[in-house]
């Protein structure tokens, strides 16, 4: 199918797209790497009357070592990610989450930031972002403000974002090699049937899980079933690894029941902290 008639606004800067943001209200989609609106829109699923490409908008490309910090840009691409040595060295889940995006054409194209806003419940980088506990800054007719990433995904595809606000900048502290992303994905589309996300460092171990309920989330159960464990047992991490699923509705359809994302959930788990520990 086509996509219903829409105006096309390709603003410079920030400024300018937030701007087409508020004069447009409702009407307005923002399109980054056009992975998610383009399809939505063929399938008249999204019928926006505005779409405002920020794709020109250069400044929001960039990875910066920053110190205690990796900053990146919203429009940073999948493949530029996993290219980067500065993220190989200071911050290694990142760019292994990225080797698990789509194809080589989607990591090509598709951002970092795109993603994160679109909030598919089965995407790759949310489990990674919670798990480094990142920071996301937001910029809108009110100015900027950061959204910590356990307060960023609302629901399935609702965000912090504000309707008149645009994702500008991930923040994502060092880490050690300790970090792991494991999934089983859908076989068609790459999507996480379940990905589990590990990050081990001086303050414990820190777990996120996508493609299991209807926003990705941290699994609190088993970072508390593994406080204070510097070098846990097989024993220990598998009956962490139990909790992977606590407290949440695991989705069902044709491609996974609820029960079996579940249990992907704590094998998935299992096998990234047991990972994580084996780059130490």
Do not use: C, W
């Not at 020109?56 to 940073?76: F, K, Q, V």
């Not at 900048?169 to 880490?175: C, G, K, L, N, Q």
């Not at 593994?226 to 962490?240: C, D, F, H, N, Y």
């Amino acid at each position: 199918m086509y996509p219903a008639a829409f105006d096309y606004k390709r603003p410079a800067t920030v400024d300018e797209a937030v701007a087409l943001l508020v004069r447009h209200g409702d009407d307005a989609k923002l399109l980054a790497g056009g992975h998610s609106l383009i399809p939505a829109m063929k399938l008249r699923l999204a019928q926006p009357k505005v779409v405002v490409d920020i794709g020109r908008i250069t400044n929001l490309s960039y990875i910066r070592d920053t110190g205690g910090t990796i900053a990146i840009g919203a429009m940073t691409t999948h493949h530029e990610i996993d290219a980067s040595k500065v993220l190989h060295d200071r911050s290694p889940l990142l760019p292994e989450t990225a080797r698990h995006i789509g194809d080589t054409q989607v990591r090509n194209k598709g951002t970092i930031g795109g993603s994160l806003a679109h909030a598919d419940p089965a995407a790759d980088y949310p489990a990674a972002i919670l798990a480094l506990d990142a920071e996301i800054d937001l910029v809108g007719p009110r100015g900027r403000r950061t959204v910590k990433a356990g307060a960023f995904f609302i629901d399935l595809l609702q965000t912090a974002i504000a309707p008149d606000e645009i994702l500008t900048e991930i923040r994502v502290p060092a880490t050690a090699r300790t970090t792991a992303y494991v999934k089983t994905e859908q076989k068609a589309s790459g999507f996480a049937l379940a990905g589990a996300a590990v990050v081990i460092g001086a303050d414990g171990v820190r777990v996120g899980i996508t493609g299991v309920a209807a926003k990705a989330y941290r699994a609190t159960g088993v970072e508390q079933a593994l406080a204070g464990q510097r070098t846990p047992t097989a024993e220990a991490i598998a009956r962490a690894a139990a909790h992977a699923a606590d407290g949440v509705q695991p989705l069902g359809d044709i491609h996974a029941s609820p029960a079996f994302r579940a249990h992907l959930a704590q094998v998935n788990t299992r096998r990234a902290i047991e990972r994580a520990l084996s780059r130490a």
